[in-house]
């Protein structure tokens, strides 16, 4: 028995293969809903673990650096305090922005503790 276009049959068998396609998509809509949810965790902790070494290079950078400018501190100051390159007031400036750089850090190290804590 042939199909021919309009007849019964034609008709059944186009309804058949649309709840076929049908069970088909919700198959696939199911499948790609749980591709997502394996994934969408998988690329939050990637993110979160690329701005954890992001911060913790930054911060190793800062770290040497205020070690060298520590041991070039050291390095600079003059046993004689008459023979030093640095008047009073100079020397009052330079301390007091040491302690607000140490402050600023230790601001900067709470801040980023609370971020992740």
Known sequence: ?????????HITYLISNLLIL??????SSLFIKFLQA???PV????????LLLTITNRLGRVVDRTRQLA???????????????????????LESNRILLIDNIHIFFAAVLNLFL
Not at 1 to 9: A, D, E, R, V
Not at 43 to 50: N, Y
Not at 71 to 93: F, I, K, M, T
């Open 1 to 9: 028995m042939q199909i021919g276009f309009g007849s019964i049959n």
């Open 71 to 93: 041991a070039g501190w050291h390095d600079c100051q003059l046993p004689d305090n008459s023979s030093s390159v640095y008047n009073e007031p100079d020397r009052n400036r």
């Open 22 to 27: 049908k069970d088909h998509m919700e198959t």
């Open 43 to 50: 690329a939050m902790i990637s993110g979160v673990g690329l």
């Open 38 to 40: 394996c994934i969408t």
